[in-house]
């Protein structure tokens, strides 16, 4: 059989070169480092962890993260059995001895004998003799390759930045304050002239926020990251708000156009808006807030807007050096790129974000893309009830461009609980009590982890039964 060609040996095409090659697929592998370096990677190691050591939470029962790691293990993966072999005390988590992780994936895919490792950088798109290539080269692509995919891509669907306003879980927002209205009562295509949801400022709280932002502890910017183009309408609320206290009144938070049907005679002094950011309607992302200030400062200060208090977020906000595609419009729904299906991606520039969920999918991309050389073109992806199938449904289908939301909306995401298909879960417990607050939560999540690891084993067991034979 001709090779799966992979480009990238970090966290995605270690696992990719892996389930391919476990698939019985032969793999080259294509690693640009050590000829050829990053502004993060500090080694010559496959799989090398960039920054923390940490693959966060390893509880499979309430954490979406736990899920993924469990559902990794269940199909074999590489990452997991080397993370886990290389473990380091660090309470609920999973942390790794960082060297001694990367050495044995390293290890583990040299020794493979459907695998070789090739140390090349590839500068451009892959030969038109390469008929399953994946590219996983993470969010520091290397120049002349990003250059080549953006040629294919378009300029407007390759980002180098992304510019992150946080996510909220839309329950734990209080509606008796909030309210949903869009500005204008306007409706665009697809829209119902209530597809915000508002939380009114009074003068005080307005005046209180921004000493709170001006005041906040920001994450500095790393020398390579320095050069952060602020454009495209990202600039981060903090610097808006070192331009003018009134500046944000008249961007983001500008209060017009907008009537508080809980309060209907007084005029909100700002109002902060918060969209819809995935089809299932359970994710709401706080319009404009981009923002470098610390995660912990973020909680504190975003839960002093009114409506926020008991905010929970899927994720907080950011501005970082980040390659990734625009991949809900680019790739199908098994992460082949729909102009040249022959491409696939994998890993963070894809859209995810994080060690985990990029092993992941390239976990996926491999099996995928393993299952098609094998003449079992249908492989089904995992459905999107388990922590796979929700990952892979954020990236390739189960984003919503809004109205005003413009081209970039799209921005990378770690797994949590907001993309799964929300489940009431059990509403008593066994002595037949009224469930309430964090233990409603917690017999919420455990709902949630049950139904995915039971549909992920049905889905293994019928997606990779052509491999098997
Ligand atoms: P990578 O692991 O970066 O792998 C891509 C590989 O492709 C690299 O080995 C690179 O050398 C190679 N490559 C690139 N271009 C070419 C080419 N043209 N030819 C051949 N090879 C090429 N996530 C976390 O969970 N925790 C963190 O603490 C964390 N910190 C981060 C810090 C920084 C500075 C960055 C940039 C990201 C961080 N991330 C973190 C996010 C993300 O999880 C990691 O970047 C992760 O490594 C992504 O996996 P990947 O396989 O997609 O890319």
Redesign the pocket.
């Known amino acids: 059989k001709a090779p799966i060609h992979i480009?990238?040996?970090?966290?995605?095409?270690s696992e990719a070169a892996w389930q391919a090659a476990q698939a019985g697929v032969p793999v080259v592998l294509?690693?640009?480092?050590p000829h050829r370096?990053?502004e993060?990677?500090r080694t010559d190691g496959?799989?090398?962890?960039?920054?923390?050591n940490?693959f966060?939470s390893d509880d499979a029962e309430t954490s979406a993260i736990g899920l993924l790691h469990a559902e990794m293990r269940r199909l074999g993966s590489l990452i997991m059995t080397c993370a886990d072999a290389h473990q380091v005390p660090a309470g609920g988590a999973l942390a790794v001895d960082r060297e001694g992780f990367s050495a044995a994936v390293t290890a583990a895919l040299a020794a493979h004998p459907l695998i070789e490792v090739r140390r090349?950088?590839?500068?451009g798109l892959p030969p038109v003799d390469w008929e399953s290539v994946i590219l996983?080269?993470?969010?520091?692509?290397?120049p002349?390759?990003a250059e080549a995919i953006k040629a294919l891509t378009g300029e407007a669907d390759l980002a180098f930045f992304d510019a992150i306003a946080p996510i909220v879980h839309r329950d734990s927002i209080d509606m008796d304050v909030a309210w949903f209205q869009s500005r204008y009562d306007k409706a665009g295509p697809g829209g119902s002239g209530a597809d915000y949801i508002n939380c009114p400022l009074d003068r005080d709280q307005y005046e209180a926020f921004i000493d709170g932002l001006l005041a906040g502890d920001k994450t500095p910017f790393?020398d390579w990251e320095a050069a952060t183009p602020y454009f495209d309408g990202c600039l981060p609320i903090e610097v808006m708000a070192e331009r003018g206290r009134q500046t944000l009144r008249h961007g983001p938070m500008k209060p017009f156009g907008l009537t508080n049907p809980h309060n209907p005679t007084v005029k909100a002094y700002a109002i902060v808006q918060l969209r819809q950011d995935n089809k299932l309607g359970t994710l709401f992302n706080m319009v404009g807030f981009q923002t470098k200030l610390k995660h912990a400062e973020q909680i504190r200060l975003f839960r002093t807007i009114p409506g926020l208090e008991g905010a929970e977020f899927a994720r907080l906000g950011g501005l970082?050096?980040?390659t990734f595609l625009n991949s809900p419009k680019l790739l199908d729904g098994v992460l082949r790129l729909k102009v040249d299906p022959r491409l696939r991606f994998?890993?963070?520039?894809t859209g995810c974000?994080?060690?985990?969920?990029?092993?992941a999918i390239?976990g996926l991309a491999g099996r995928f893309a393993a299952a098609e050389r094998l003449g079992d073109a249908a492989a089904p992806p995992p459905p999107p009830t388990t922590a796979h199938g929700a990952l892979l449904n954020h990236i390739t289908g189960g984003h919503i461009e809004t109205i005003d939301a413009g081209p970039r909306s799209f921005q990378p995401m770690n797994v949590n609980f907001g993309l799964f298909p929300p489940l009431a879960g059990p509403t008593r417990n066994e002595q037949g009590e009224r469930l309430r607050g964090p233990a409603k939560s917690i017999a919420k999540k455990r709902a949630l982890c049950g139904r995915a690891l039971s549909d992920f084993d049905g889905w293994r067991a019928g997606a990779f039964k052509a491999a098997a034979e």
């Open positions: 480009v990238g040996g970090g966290l995605a095409g294509h690693e640009m480092r370096g990053t993060a990677h496959l799989a090398e962890l960039v920054c923390s940490s966060r090349e950088e590839i500068t996983a080269t993470g969010p520091l692509t290397s002349p390759l790393k970082h050096r980040n994998a890993g963070q520039i974000e994080g060690y985990v969920e990029s092993a390239g």
